[in-house]
């Protein structure tokens, strides 16, 4: 065969054949590295940061990022304490908060019943030109679509009842 090989009699490691740009990323890597490791010697000598070479200091934030811990340890009781909170009285706070959106929420709805009876009558001929027209066999398919979405959103009501029922405690009851 016409190859070149740069192994060295006696040898079975693979050549080694080295490009221009695999050498140069070689090299950086090497330096990035070396950054790394300077920045982590210092930040556990604890010198001041170098304002003049900004690599570092960011490797010297991140190593003092790992260091430190992220967040405080759960709690041993986090369970119970959880469990507390789910089966006591609503704070203050929550119960206000809950009223306050049942207002807001029955502010909306009056609003929107007063504009569309103040403004409905002229909305109506551009919704009756953008809709089309509905043949009694689209009206029926439509009339059992509303059917059956009424039945399924019934049973569901139903379903969350008979849970209701099996899940609440005996003392509550």
Not at 82 to 94: A, K, M, Q
Not at 122 to 151: H, I, K, N, Y
Not at 152 to 167: C, F, I, K, P, T
Request: glycine share 6%; net charge neutral.
């Amino acid at each position: 065969m016409n190859t070149s090989d740069d192994r060295k009699p006696g040898h079975d490691d693979p050549p080694i054949r080295r490009s221009g740009w695999r050498s140069l990323d070689a090299l950086r890597l090497e330096a990035e590295w070396q950054a790394q490791e300077r920045a982590l010697e210092q930040e556990r000598r604890g010198q001041p940061l170098d304002p003049a070479d900004a690599r570092l200091a960011e490797y010297r934030l991140i190593a003092r990022a790992l260091r430190t811990p992220a967040m405080e340890p759960v709690p041993y009781d986090l369970t119970a304490q959880i469990v507390r909170h789910v089966e006591g009285r609503p704070v203050v706070g929550e119960r206000l908060e809950r009223w306050l959106l049942r207002a807001l929420m029955a502010i909306f709805a009056i609003a929107v019943i007063a504009v569309v009876a103040a403004y409905g009558a002229q909305w109506m001929p551009a919704f009756e030109r953008v809709l089309p027209t509905m043949s009694p066999q689209s009206a029926d398919w439509a009339g059992l679509l509303v059917g059956c979405l009424a039945v399924s959103l019934a049973w569901q009501g139903v379903v969350r009842l008979m849970r209701a029922d099996v899940e609440m405690p005996a003392g509550l009851a």
